[in-house]
């Protein structure tokens, strides 16, 4: 298997994985806020990855603090917007990420190959079929469209950003890290009561019901954040921002399918055409790629 195939299936795991994450936080939202799913989630993961943070270098550590900046506002957005829509059109809209990335290098002045044109409206066009649910534009939908937004431009950063880093550990825990620090931040100066009565009552509640729902949190602490960032930072630096965008594109049908099984929501013929699209657009994607050195990073 060459470098670019492994790390094409590496950024498939990495979004199928992404899906069970839809389900996993809307059950969460009932009964939270959405910085504190954040913050749970990325403080679980930089416990864990925190070793690699021992020794590490400081174009790596800072690598991984503009990636988190990014990233942190990401999930805000993406949460938010999750408390106010659909799970399936908060997936449609921010999938239109895998529009992002391409606009970028347009802007920069580097044209999308054709097949990676091709790709992308397959990709539009499945996730139109599979997640569209029509009613009027929401709060909610402008969140998730800020979250779209950023996404891309953290793609097209993190292309660069692990391409010449020296340890991926290391800026995945960096970002890791950045992400839960952020959080905290924002949960203590925005939502924290100042009141001392308010304040016992508040983490009261929130130690009470996180232990309810332990299993959620650790999944997406454990699985869905350490170890898949860590996956996705691998399989990014295998990959260019285009291709990983247009994989990052199956997301919303992996969160229907396992919405499916989660939350007992139906998937349509028309969702089945819309998964058809996505994963033709993943093909296609890959015809004819031209040829690419070699990185400059070996995997850990």
């Given amino acids: 298997m060459n470098r670019q195939l492994s790390g094409i299936l590496a950024l498939f795991v990495v979004t199928m994985v992404w899906g069970t994450t839809f389900p996993a936080m809307k059950e969460l939202t009932a009964n939270f806020s959405p910085v504190w799913i954040i913050l749970v989630r990325f403080a679980l993961a930089a416990v864990l990855l925190a070793p690699f943070l021992w020794k590490a270098r400081r174009d790596d550590v800072w690598s991984g603090v503009i990636l988190g900046f ?22 449609f809209i921010c999938g239109l990420n895998v529009l992002v990335v391409p606009l970028l290098g347009v802007i920069g002045g ?29 709060r909610g939908d402008t969140l998730a469209l800020l979250s779209a937004l950023t996404f891309g431009a953290y793609v097209k950063v993190m292309e660069v950003r692990t391409q010449r880093a020296t340890r991926l550990l290391a800026v995945t825990a960096s970002q890791i890290t950045t992400v839960a620090v952020f959080a905290a931040l924002w949960l203590f100066t925005r939502e924290v009561p ?94 004819n790629s031209e040829s690419r050195p070699a990185g400059a990073l070996a995997p850990e």
């Fill in 110 to 138: 580097r044209l999308p190959e054709r097949r990676i044109v091709l790709a992308l409206l397959l990709a539009i066009g499945g996730l139109t079929a599979l997640c569209w649910d029509g009613g009027g534009w929401g």
């Fill in 194 to 287: 100042r009141a001392a009565d308010d304040v016992a009552n508040y983490w009261a509640y929130l130690g009470q019901t996180t232990g309810r729902y332990w299993i959620n949190f650790a999944y997406l602490g454990v699985v869905a954040t350490a170890a898949i960032i860590s996956l996705q930072s691998w399989g990014q630096s295998r990959t260019t921002a285009n291709e990983a965008a247009v994989m990052y594109a199956f997301e919303p049908g992996a969160a229907a399918v396992f919405g499916f099984f989660w939350l007992g929501e139906e998937l349509t013929a028309r969702g089945w055409l819309g998964a058809a699209l996505l994963i033709s657009g993943m093909i296609v994607s890959q015809w």
């Fill in 70 to 91: 990014l990233l942190f506002f990401c999930f805000i957005f993406q949460v938010e917007g999750l408390t106010l829509t659909t799970s399936n059109r908060n997936a």
